[in-house]
């Protein structure tokens, strides 16, 4: 009697790799080879798996198509299969195994709209927390503006892309045609979930440094200094606007002088 | 090791609804407004637990939302127990704390495994019915109990290979899981008869066989067809089509047997418009109905 596959291992590895054959340690009936049978579990495992990469990467299917997009899934599938039971959190490195993917050379910002898609749903999962009330910042003394420090809403995430991305998610997701996007055009991509709708937006020059200075608890300042570091054309008062109406910060880490509360 | 009992003991508790013996549904967030608003009051919502491991968003305020108005079963469908190796304790940790977010009438799953060295698979994979593969089963039962601090239901699987290793028929093996364990059963008829048609036996037979009395629930679902190498039917458990009328016709049987029970429609694919998983939950009412009155109103598991 051959090994017992389940234990042995045998049977876990044949459900991803095609070129083995039949796991040994199953029975047989009369004249079944048990390949159909055992093709059900294979066919469930892949089917399961290329059906929760599309309805993460929703985007990146449209742009390839249904035929295209499940082969390339069933590639990385086998390449890097889940190591969560958590399916929402898979494809964590889709992205990267898209800029690698050879027959995916022609659609360079197909990686990019991979990388906003996943963060899109990390986003979407996110812890709740409140927003951020933009009046918080009229109570705080003009001379303590530079040292203060924003915290971060839970569904927060920002993403420089060397792409338009974050045009061709929105536009997508919005049934929106795409044939005046240039797709070459970098973009640098907000992505926030103020209450429960995840909004994608578009940052203007020098707001990825500024917000990825906030969001690293660097002080107002540094962030000014940081977004001035990256672009002359940095205009504080749209960041700052961004900052405080965007949804992006859930409070504001001041510890006021007279009586040490939270503003 | 929890003590069975003790583990019972602990699932009494005045907070905790149970479930009514009615028909529920499989619960899809694209169906909430629908149920909300609908005259028809389901009888209660089921979800996949890992559904709900997020941290937060629009999952959890849904849900939250359909508590309010329903009881709640919660069905895992990660935890492999069936693994070979041992429970993922970070896994069974997220388990309970959706059971202790929503406080479920009821506690579900599967007689299977899905994750085998770190691999997630996304399927419930079939286990050999032998002694060893009994005793991981048991122990991973109790860990789940007693972690959980109550008392599960195990589903009865539906598979398409048998093992050489098998030594005990699969009610033998339920009966004695349940026996060891405390734990309750939750029947799938229509695994019961994708299996039996699969591996040739009766479902009739098996079904005299099984442990009916621990039943505390049971789940129908569509199955689709297809053959094996040698031209013989071979049924998939599909969950994307209305629930066959020879599963009905067992459900009918099983009622007979248990009296009313709680019953959950499953649709898990090509998820219809409400109206349609309705018609089928209405059928199980109708059905519930019939055996109500038989039994005299007395009810079974709620």
Redesign the interface.
């Given at each position: 009697?051959?090994a017992?596959?389940?234990?042995s291992?045998a049977?876990?590895a044949a459900?991803?790799d095609p070129a083995l054959s039949v796991p040994d340690?199953?029975?047989k009936?009369?004249?079944?080879?048990?390949?159909?049978?055992?093709a059900?579990?294979r066919n469930?495992?892949m089917v399961?798996?290329t059906d929760?990469l599309a309805s993460i990467f929703l985007t990146v299917q449209n742009l390839v198509g249904e035929e295209f997009f499940r082969a390339m899934a069933r590639l990385y599938i086998r390449a890097h299969?889940?190591?969560?039971?958590?399916?929402?959190t898979y494809g964590g490195d889709f992205a990267a195994f898209i800029s690698a993917f050879p027959p995916a050379r022609d659609l360079p910002f197909l990686a990019d709209t991979a990388r906003l898609e996943r963060l899109w749903l990390d986003s979407?999962?996110?812890?709740?927390?409140r927003s951020l009330d933009p009046a918080a910042l009229a109570a705080i003394p003009p001379d303590d503006l530079g040292q203060l420090r924003f915290n971060a809403h839970?569904?927060t995430r920002i993403l420089r892309c060397g792409h338009a991305a974050a045009t061709i998610v929105n536009r997508d997701r919005a049934g929106e045609p795409l044939t005046d996007v240039n797709p070459m055009q970098a973009e640098d991509a907000l992505v926030t979930?103020p209450a429960?709708?995840v909004k994608v937006q578009l940052l203007p020059p020098g707001g990825y440094a500024f917000l990825k200075a906030l969001l690293e608890q660097q002080t107002l300042a540094e962030a000014c200094e940081a977004a001035f570091a990256e672009t002359a054309k940095s205009d504080l008062a749209a960041l700052l606007g961004i900052a405080l109406s965007s949804g992006a910060f859930s409070g504001l880490d001041y510890v006021c002088a007279n009586n040490g509360a939270e503003p | 090791m929890p003590n069975a009992a003790a583990v019972a003991h602990h699932t009494i508790s005045a907070t905790i609804p149970t479930l009514p013996a009615r028909a529920g549904a499989g619960f899809k967030e694209q169906h909430a407004d629908a149920i909300l608003s609908d005259a028809y009051r389901i009888g209660f919502l089921e979800v996949h637990a890992e559904n709900y491991m997020g941290d937060g968003g629009h999952p959890h305020r849904i849900l939250t939302r359909m508590r309010e108005d329903f009881p709640l079963s919660v069905h895992g469908v990660g935890l492999s127990i069936g693994s070979p190796a041992g429970l993922d304790l970070q896994h069974l940790a997220r388990l309970k704390a959706v059971v202790d977010r929503y406080e479920p009438a009821m506690v579900s799953e599967h007689l299977a495994w899905s994750t085998h060295d770190n691999q997630f698979f996304n399927d419930l994979l079939p286990v050999p019915y032998d002694a060893e593969t009994l005793a991981r089963v048991c122990e991973h039962i109790d860990q789940v109990q007693d972690r959980l601090g109550r008392r599960i239901l195990l589903e009865n699987p539906s598979t398409y290979v048998a093992f050489e290793a098998t030594t005990m028929g699969e009610t033998d093996f339920i009966r004695a899981i349940a026996n060891r364990t405390g734990c309750g059963l939750l029947l799938d008829i229509n695994n019961v008869y994708v299996s039996a048609t699969n591996h040739g036996y009766a479902a009739l037979d098996y079904l005299a066989d099984f442990p009916t009395k621990l039943v505390e629930e049971i789940h129908l679902a569509g199955h689709a067809e297809d053959q094996d190498d040698t031209g013989q039917p071979l049924l998939i458990d599909s969950h994307d089509r209305p629930v066959d009328s020879i599963v009905w016709d067992l459900y009918d049987h099983v009622l007979a047997a248990t009296g009313p029970c709680p019953t959950l429609i499953e649709w898990d694919n090509d998820v219809p418009d409400w109206p349609i998983l309705k018609r089928e939950a209405e059928l199980a009412d109708a059905i519930l109905a019939r055996h109500d009155q038989t039994a005299g109103g007395l009810r079974h598991g709620g």
């Open positions: 009697m051959a017992e596959p389940v234990a291992g049977f876990a459900l991803l340690g199953l029975t009936r009369a004249g079944d080879t048990n390949a159909r049978r055992f059900v579990y469930n495992v399961s798996l929760a299969p889940p190591r969560s039971p958590l399916i929402f979407f999962h996110s812890t709740d927390s839970p569904a979930r429960f709708d | -």
